[in-house]
């Protein structure tokens, strides 16, 4: 059977875009809080921006060498490049279908305006034109395009104007262009009613001519471009990663213009005047019909007063005693493990593990991965205190994490100046796992305890993006974890693992095997059940290892929120995998991975989708939940949201995704449902704790240990 028929296959980029294309659904679906609709719709924006900005880039620069290898699903670099652009241009209609004919007229019913110069009263129309002179004025800055002045270097994702004028009583048409300052908000509250706005550019272009004295301004229309925003470090040819890391994010802002935006009402003449100076393909022109860059959504819906009944209500996270600042967290953890399910479990157990670690005397050393930290990490304070307080912290941050690479590197040198040891990453190799192992010294030896998650260590992020962890004490995990740092710091090659998986490779071996093991029992006439939840599936090899698994009967479950590049319903080779996608309040991001094979069951977490570059070209992290009433919390989770039948959409065999059928089933949203189900278990604990007051536990210090300039609420700046 040759499973490389490209006819098996999805476009990896044009099943991202219907991807995008699910979340849009949401800005579309009634039954979402209304301004949580218009965070949706910003949010298509910002995920269409940064796929312009990195895959789309890519794809040209592999068109402009007509590169000629293509992909799985048979399209060359310039096919792909084609095709994504004539979709996005689709999307792009109905991103502003959505706002023009749904949103904005569903928020005025409320009280919300977004208003043109036309439809400002005398107050806000007086206002407006001092808040120009008063304060834009000053800092707009006319950058002339002509034979003596050359056209300006217009930057990444910046709002500019475009302005076509002609000098009193002249024929000819001058060029010149203004960058909207970034300093300012973009939406400005208007006086006489709380919830009136207008934007930024209506306000500039309306008094655009006082920059131009003597001059007649014929046009003004915004534009943007997305440039090609992809990292290019040359690792194998630099002996410093963090000056190359630096360097390339200089060169960054200068690359390709490869998306122009412009306002449909722009004329002819100076559409042709800006495609010629940015030097863009017909192609990657987009008109819009309303506010360019929608992401001010989210700024505006920020910036509304009241209306909290049109947004998402909130709920409370539930966090157990045994693991918050009052008690022995390292005692919680030597009692049995714990399972972590954010944001429906507070994150902040996993901050307190590194701050009871960094101020415990028996702490010897904090080992610890780093690839999205929050702008105002608690956790690089409390790793920069276990230093100050002598203990060994090591500390792996990837300065190449996309578009993090700027903040990564200030807190790889802000740990380096509070006393870590601090690995820049690793040559060739992104580190994506998410490790934690803290060394103590106990009365029966030294021992090793661990957190590993799916996620990032980002409080932040923790809120709204779904993770799970574990904590545990397991002795072979504990062997393993010391081994993988070994590797990460120095020279180690362990020839095997006791229990955790690792990539480049160790990951793909492990799941081939279970696949070859699947197959070889479902032949054998016996039950297999594979279970797999991850962001996305695009890798070729491990897709026809799943098809050939499916072809000897093995029933494969797949809920894969974002890119799916295998097809479903191919008669005789994925007759038996289902695949779902979940879009909804929070982020899907965990990554499970269960086997069932004739009722022998077992459950593993992991930082790893089934893509290429995880399972070749990255550290990554895939570890088993041996617990047996934790492995059963996996099961039921995974479980409910399978069931799910408000927020699951189902891949067909022709690439759509259809909602569930739910008629004569009542609406189940796993989401919903975990959210009430830890507020619940929260408000259950506050009785509890109501009935019986705790002790606050603070880990005894020696005078040594105590900490000499930093304290918990203190800046490590």
């Given at each position: 059977m040759n499973f490389k028929n490209p006819d098996y296959y999805t476009?990896?980029?044009?099943?991202?875009?219907?991807?995008?294309?699910?979340?849009?659904?949401?800005?579309?679906?009634?039954?979402?809080?209304?301004?949580?609709?218009?965070?949706?719709?910003?949010?298509?924006?910002?995920?269409l921006d940064e796929f312009f900005m990195v895959r789309v880039a890519s794809l040209a620069k592999l068109a402009s060498v007509d590169y000629p290898k293509p992909d799985a699903s048979g399209l060359t670099a310039d096919e792909q490049l084609r095709a994504v652009n004539k979709k996005a241009h689709a999307m792009l209609t109905k991103q502003y279908t959505t706002?023009?004919?749904?949103?904005?007229?569903?928020?005025?019913?409320?009280?919300?305006?977004?208003?043109?110069?036309?439809?400002?009263?005398?107050?806000?129309?007086?206002?407006?034109?001092?808040?120009?002179?008063?304060?834009?004025?000053?800092?707009?800055?006319?950058?002339?395009?002509?034979?003596?002045?050359?056209?300006?270097?217009?930057?990444?994702?910046?709002?500019?104007?475009?302005?076509?004028?002609?000098?009193?009583?002249?024929?000819?048409?001058?060029?010149?262009?203004?960058?909207?300052?970034?300093?300012?908000?973009?939406?400005?509250?208007?006086?006489?009613?709380?919830?009136?706005?207008?934007?930024?550019?209506?306000?500039?272009?309306?008094?655009?001519?006082?920059?131009?004295?003597?001059?007649?301004?014929?046009?003004?229309?915004?534009?943007?471009?997305?440039?090609?925003?992809?990292?290019?470090?040359?690792?194998?040819?630099?002996?410093?990663?963090?000056?190359?890391?630096?360097?390339?994010l200089k060169l960054r802002e200068h690359g390709h213009v490869i998306r122009l935006e412009v306002e449909s009402t722009i004329s002819k003449k100076l559409l042709k005047r800006l495609t010629k100076q940015l030097d863009i393909h017909e192609y990657a022109i987009?008109?819009?019909?309303?506010?360019?860059?929608?992401?001010?959504?989210?700024?505006?819906?920020?910036?509304?007063?009241g209306l909290e009944q049109l947004?998402?209500?909130?709920?409370?996270?539930?966090?157990?005693?045994?693991?918050?600042?009052?008690?022995?967290?390292?005692?919680?953890?030597?009692?049995?493990?714990?399972?972590?399910?954010?944001?429906?479990?507070?994150?902040?157990?996993?901050?307190?593990?590194?701050?009871?670690?960094?101020?415990?005397?028996?702490?010897?050393?904090?080992?610890?991965?780093?690839?999205?930290?929050?702008?105002?990490?608690?956790?690089?304070?409390?790793?920069?205190?276990?230093?100050?307080n002598g203990k060994q912290v090591t500390v792996l941050v990837e300065v190449k994490a996309r578009f993090d690479e700027q903040n990564n590197v200030h807190w790889a040198r802000q740990l380096e100046k509070m006393g870590c040891h601090v690995i820049y990453g690793l040559i060739g190799l992104k580190t994506h796992c998410k490790l934690t192992l803290v060394v103590r010294r106990e009365q029966g030896g030294i021992r090793r305890y661990m957190h590993m998650?799916?996620?990032?260590?980002?409080?932040?992020?923790?809120?709204?993006?779904?993770?799970?962890?574990?904590?545990?004490?397991?002795?072979?995990?504990?062997?393993?974890?010391?081994?993988?740092?070994?590797?990460?710091?120095?020279?180690?090659?362990?020839?095997?693992?006791?229990?955790?998986?690792?990539s480049p490779q160790g990951i793909r071996d492990f799941i081939n095997e279970r696949l070859n093991q699947a197959t070889k029992l479902a032949k054998e006439g016996r039950p297999v059940h594979i279970q797999m939840k991850m962001n996305s599936l695009s890798d070729q090899p491990m897709i026809a290892h799943l098809y050939e698994a499916s072809r000897a009967g093995v029933k494969i479950d797949l809920i894969i929120r974002g890119i799916c590049c295998l097809k479903v319903g191919i008669p005789g080779i994925s007759d038996n995998i289902t695949v779902h996608s979940i879009v909804g309040r929070f982020l899907e991001h965990s990554r499970i991975y269960i086997f069932d094979f004739d009722g022998e069951r077992s459950f593993y977490l992991s930082s790893a989708d089934l893509m290429t570059r995880n399972l070749n070209r990255r550290v990554e992290l895939l570890f088993p939940v041996l617990?047996?009433?934790?492995?059963?919390?996996?099961?039921?989770?995974?479980?409910?949201?399978?069931?799910?039948?408000?927020?699951?959409?189902?891949?067909?065999?022709?690439?759509?995704?259809?909602?569930?059928?739910?008629?004569?089933?009542?609406?189940?949203?796993?989401?919903?449902?975990?959210?009430?189900?830890?507020?619940?278990?929260?408000?259950?604990?506050?009785?509890?704790?109501?009935?019986?007051?705790?002790?606050?536990?603070?880990?005894?210090?020696?005078?040594?240990n105590q900490p000499t300039t930093l304290d918990d609420g203190s800046d490590t700046n």
């Open positions: 476009n990896r980029e044009l099943s991202w875009i219907d991807f995008n294309d699910r979340v849009l659904e949401e800005s579309r679906d009634r039954s979402n809080p209304l301004l949580e609709r218009l965070k949706f719709l910003s949010i298509t924006q910002s995920n706002l023009q004919r749904s949103l904005l007229p569903a928020i005025e019913q409320h009280g919300v305006y977004l208003k043109t110069m036309a439809e400002l009263t005398t107050e806000q129309y007086e206002f407006v034109k001092s808040y120009f002179h008063d304060e834009l004025y000053p800092v707009l800055t006319p950058m002339a395009d002509d034979s003596s002045r050359p056209f300006p270097f217009i930057s990444n994702d910046s709002l500019n104007i475009a302005v076509q004028l002609v000098k009193h009583k002249e024929s000819t048409h001058l060029f010149a262009t203004l960058q909207v300052p970034d300093v300012f908000p973009r939406v400005v509250r208007l006086p006489g009613a709380k919830n009136d706005f207008i934007l930024i550019e209506t306000i500039i272009k309306a008094f655009v001519g006082a920059l131009f004295v003597n001059y007649r301004v014929k046009e003004a229309a915004t534009f943007r471009v997305i440039r090609d925003m992809d990292l290019d470090v040359a690792e194998e040819d630099t002996s410093d990663l963090l000056k190359e890391v630096q360097q390339q987009y008109e819009v019909s309303g506010p360019i860059d929608l992401t001010f959504l989210n700024e505006l819906v920020k910036r509304i007063v947004k998402y209500q909130p709920f409370t996270a539930y966090e157990s005693p045994e693991l918050n600042h009052d008690h022995d967290i390292f005692k919680a953890i030597r009692t049995h493990d714990w399972l972590m399910h954010h944001p429906y479990d507070m994150f902040d157990p996993v901050v307190e593990f590194i701050r009871q670690s960094s101020v415990d005397p028996d702490v010897l050393a904090i080992k610890m991965t780093l690839y999205r930290v929050s702008g105002d990490s608690p956790i690089i304070r409390y790793l920069g205190r276990a230093a100050q998650g799916t996620g990032n260590y980002n409080d932040v992020t923790a809120h709204f993006y779904t993770d799970m962890g574990l904590f545990t004490t397991n002795a072979d995990m504990g062997i393993d974890a010391t081994n993988i740092f070994n590797m990460l710091s120095g020279y180690s090659e362990p020839p095997y693992f006791h229990l955790l998986h690792i617990q047996e009433d934790l492995a059963e919390r996996v099961s039921r989770i995974y479980q409910t949201m399978w069931t799910d039948n408000v927020k699951t959409r189902v891949l067909q065999p022709d690439d759509t995704y259809l909602h569930v059928d739910r008629r004569g089933r009542p609406a189940l949203d796993a989401q919903t449902l975990f959210t009430q189900q830890a507020t619940e278990r929260a408000e259950a604990q506050k009785a509890t704790e109501r009935r019986s007051p705790t002790n606050e536990f603070q880990p005894m210090l020696s005078p040594e």
